[in-house]
C-alpha cells in the first residue's frame, strides 16, 4: 500500500504534536515530525508502538536542514505548524521571532519545487490585535495587531496567499485561538495556572484580569482540522479554529481553583507592556458547522487535563 506522506513541522509542540498523534492512526498515512525541540518535547510524539512515523530534528528556519527533509521525501501534504510561541517568549525574543518568516519562505518555495498538494499553516488569533468587531470574523475584522508574532503570522498568510496566485500551491490558513490541553506547556494560562492550582500556590495574573479569552480544548482543533484535510473544506480560505465562550482570566483562575479544590490565592502583577490584548473571540461558525456538535466545555476541559495525569 502506497501510503500518503504528510509533514508536520512544530510536530513535538502541544498542538503539532496532539496532530501528529491522531494522524498516525490512519495506517494510510506516514508522518513525518520535524521540531527543533526548542518549545517541543520528544514525549508528545506518537507511541514508539505505531511504525507509520518518524521523527526528525530540524530547525525549519535553516534552509539546508528543511530541504533535505522535503527533498528526500516528496511529501503529499504539509502542515507547518513550527513557530516560536507564548505571549512573554516572543516579546522577549523579537528578533528570534521574525526568523520564522524565514521557515516560511522554506516551506513554501520547496513545497511547490516538490509538488505537494496543500499546505496548512498554523496562523493565530493574534493577527486580529485589538477588537474592532466582536465576534472576529475571518473576512471582515481587519488584521491591525504590530507585535512581532502576529506580524509573522499576517506576512506568513500573505505568502501563502501568494504562492496560491504565482504557483497555484494549494493552502489552507488556521487561525488558533487558546487552544489547550494535557500537553500545553506550563508557560500557557491554563497549564500554569493548573499547575500553580495543585501545588496550592499563588497565581499571578498580569493587570486586573477583567481580560478576556475563549478558550479551544486540543481534541476540538485536532479533530477540526484533520476533517478540513480530509473533507477538502476551506479550500485556499481561512478559518478561525477556536472557542467562541468568553471568560475573564481572573474567572478562569477562580473556577480552576474551585475544580481543584484549591488554596491558591490570586496576586495581580502589573500589566504587560504590549500584545496582551483586553478582548479575542472568533466568529467560529464555520468550525461548528464542520465539526457539527458542540464544543468541550472549560470545565470540562480543565478536568480532562488534570485526569491526564500530565500535572503528577
Same mark, same amino acid.
Given at each position: 500500500?502506497?501510503?500518503?506522506?504528510?509533514?508536520?513541522? &512544530?510536530?513535538?509542540?502541544?498542538?503539532?504534536?496532539?496532530?501528529?498523534?491522531? *494522524?498516525?492512526?490512519?495506517?494510510?498515512?506516514?508522518?513525518?515530525?520535524?521540531?527543533?525541540?526548542?518549545?517541543?518535547?520528544?514525549?508528545?510524539?506518537?507511541?514508539?508502538?505505531?511504525?507509520?512515523?518518524?521523527?526528525?530534528?530540524?530547525?525549519?528556519?535553516?534552509?539546508?536542514?528543511?530541504? +533535505?527533509?522535503?527533498?528526500?521525501?516528496?511529501?503529499?501534504?504539509?502542515?507547518?505548524?513550527?513557530?516560536?510561541?507564548?505571549?512573554?517568549?516572543?516579546?522577549?525574543?523579537?528578533?528570534?521571532?521574525?526568523?520564522?518568516?524565514?521557515?516560511?519562505?522554506?516551506? *513554501? %518555495?520547496?513545497?511547490?519545487?516538490? $509538488?505537494?498538494?496543500?499546505?496548512?499553516?498554523? $496562523?493565530?488569533?493574534?493577527?486580529?490585535? +485589538?477588537?474592532?468587531?466582536?465576534?472576529?470574523?475571518?473576512?471582515?475584522?481587519?488584521?491591525?495587531?504590530?507585535?512581532?508574532?502576529?506580524?509573522?503570522? %499576517?506576512? &506568513?498568510?500573505?505568502?501563502?496567499?501568494? #504562492?496560491?496566485?504565482?504557483?497555484? *500551491?494549494? #493552502?489552507?490558513?488556521?487561525?488558533? #485561538?487558546?487552544?489547550?490541553?494535557?500537553?500545553?506547556?506550563?508557560?500557557?494560562?491554563?497549564?500554569? #495556572?493548573?499547575?500553580?492550582?495543585?501545588?496550592?500556590?499563588?497565581?499571578?495574573?498580569?493587570?486586573?484580569?477583567?481580560?478576556?479569552?475563549?478558550?479551544?480544548?486540543?481534541?476540538?482543533?485536532?479533530?477540526?482540522? !484533520?476533517?478540513?484535510?480530509?473533507?477538502?473544506? +476551506?479550500?485556499?480560505?481561512?478559518?478561525?479554529?477556536?472557542?467562541? !465562550? +468568553?471568560?475573564?482570566?481572573?474567572?478562569?483562575?477562580?473556577?480552576?481553583?474551585?475544580?481543584?479544590?484549591?488554596?491558591?490565592?490570586?496576586?495581580?502583577?502589573?500589566?504587560?507592556?504590549?500584545?496582551?490584548?483586553?478582548?479575542?473571540?472568533?466568529? %467560529?461558525?464555520?468550525?461548528?458547522?464542520?465539526?457539527?456538535?458542540? *464544543?468541550?466545555?472549560?470545565e470540562e476541559g480543565i478536568e480532562k487535563m488534570i485526569a491526564s495525569g500530565a500535572f503528577h
Amino acid at each position: 500500500m502506497e501510503r500518503i506522506k504528510i509533514l508536520v513541522t &512544530g510536530g513535538a509542540g502541544n498542538v503539532g504534536g496532539a496532530l501528529a498523534r491522531k *494522524l498516525v492512526e490512519n495506517k494510510k498515512y506516514f508522518v513525518v515530525i520535524a521540531d527543533d525541540l526548542s518549545t517541543g518535547s520528544k514525549e508528545k510524539l506518537p507511541s514508539s508502538t505505531e511504525t507509520n512515523w518518524s521523527f526528525i530534528h530540524c530547525d525549519v528556519n535553516d534552509y539546508k536542514s528543511i530541504s +533535505e527533509i522535503m527533498l528526500s521525501y516528496k511529501f503529499d501534504y504539509m502542515f507547518h505548524y513550527a513557530a516560536m510561541v507564548g505571549v512573554k517568549r516572543t516579546q522577549d525574543n523579537p528578533v528570534s521571532v521574525l526568523r520564522d518568516i524565514d521557515g516560511i519562505k522554506h516551506v *513554501l %518555495n520547496l513545497a511547490k519545487s516538490t $509538488s505537494v498538494k496543500r499546505v496548512f499553516f498554523s $496562523s493565530s488569533s493574534e493577527v486580529y490585535g +485589538e477588537p474592532v468587531e466582536l465576534p472576529q470574523h475571518e473576512h471582515t475584522t481587519p488584521l491591525n495587531s504590530r507585535v512581532p508574532y502576529a506580524v509573522v503570522k %499576517n506576512v &506568513g498568510e500573505s505568502y501563502f496567499r501568494s #504562492f496560491k496566485k504565482s504557483f497555484d *500551491l494549494d #493552502f489552507t490558513i488556521f487561525r488558533f #485561538f487558546n487552544t489547550y490541553g494535557p500537553n500545553q506547556s506550563k508557560d500557557f494560562v491554563v497549564a500554569k #495556572f493548573i499547575s500553580l492550582a495543585l501545588a496550592n500556590k499563588d497565581i499571578t495574573i498580569y493587570g486586573d484580569g477583567t481580560q478576556t479569552r475563549t478558550f479551544c480544548y486540543v481534541d476540538d482543533n485536532v479533530e477540526t482540522c !484533520i476533517r478540513i484535510f480530509e473533507e477538502a473544506h +476551506e479550500l485556499n480560505d481561512v478559518i478561525n479554529i477556536g472557542g467562541a !465562550i +468568553e471568560i475573564t482570566i481572573v474567572d478562569l483562575a477562580k473556577l480552576i481553583i474551585k475544580i481543584t479544590k484549591s488554596q491558591s490565592k490570586i496576586i495581580h502583577l502589573d500589566p504587560l507592556a504590549d500584545g496582551d490584548m483586553t478582548r479575542r473571540m472568533p466568529d %467560529n461558525s464555520k468550525m461548528l458547522k464542520i465539526l457539527n456538535r458542540a *464544543l468541550i466545555p472549560i470545565e470540562e476541559g480543565i478536568e480532562k487535563m488534570i485526569a491526564s495525569g500530565a500535572f503528577h
